[in-house]
C-alpha cells in the first residue's frame, strides 16, 4: 500500500492514532494521548515564536528509507516550502524533526527514527520527554540546545 491509498482509505480517516508506514509497506498505528496533542501544539507554538521564515506541520509526513514516518512536530522553512510545497508525504524532511516520547516507543525505534530523519535531510531532530524535557540532536549527535533555535526552552512542560 502506497502513501496516497492510505491518506484516501475511508476506513483510516479520522482514527485517533499516528499513522506510519514501514518499510514493507504496512500501516502502523500509534494511539496518541491528549497530553500528546496539547504538548505538541505547545511545542509547535513555541517554535514558531522562536524561529522566523518557516512554519511547524504537526504529523507531518515525510519519507524516509524505511517507509512514510510523521514526525510529531516539524518546522519547515519558507525554502523547504518552496521546494516541495504540500508534497505528501514530503520527499525530503523539514529541517527540524520532533517526536514526543511514549511510554510504547522503545530505544531502538526513537534511534532508528532520529537516524532516517538525518538521512532524509533534517538538520536537527528533537526529542520531548514525559516530563516536558527538551533533548537536541545534530547529525553529529546529541546537543546542548537547537543549533537553529538556541533559545527554544529546555522543558516545555
Known amino acids: 500500500m ?3 491509498e492510505i491518506i484516501d482509505n475511508p476506513h483510516l480517516q479520522d482514527l485517533p492514532f499516528k499513522i506510519e508506514q514501514d ?3 504496512n500501516v502502523l498505528m500509534s494511539p496518541a494521548s491528549n497530553w500528546h496533542g496539547r504538548i505538541q501544539n505547545r511545542i509547535a507554538r513555541k517554535l514558531e515564536a522562536t524561529l522566523a521564515g518557516g ?3 504537526t504529523e507531518c509526513s515525510v519519507q524516509t528509507p524505511e ?3 510523521a514526525p510529531d512536530v516539524v ?3 519558507s525554502s523547504h516550502y518552496a521546494r516541495h510545497g504540500d508534497a505528501t508525504p514530503m520527499p525530503e524532511a523539514p529541517e527540524i524533526c520532533v517526536e514526543m516520547l511514549s511510554p510504547s516507543n522503545s530505544a531502538a525505534e526513537i534511534e532508528l527514527k532520529r ?3 538525518f538521512d532524509a535531510g533534517a538538520r536537527e531532530v528533537w526529542l520531548c520527554h514525559a516530563d516536558g524535557r527538551m533533548e ?3 547529525p553529529g549527535g546529541r546537543a546542548e ?3 537553529a533555535a538556541p533559545e527554544f526552552p529546555l522543558s516545555v512542560a
Request: net charge positive; proline share 0%; hydrophobic share 40%.
Open 2 to 4: 502506497d502513501w496516497s
Open 23 to 25: 518499510r514493507y509497506g
Open 145 to 147: 540546545r537547537s543549533a
Open 115 to 117: 537516524r532516517l530523519y
Open 67 to 69: 517507509g512514510v514516518k
Open 55 to 57: 512554519e511547524c506541520i
Open 136 to 138: 537536541f540532536f545534530l
Open 75 to 77: 518546522w519547515q522553512s
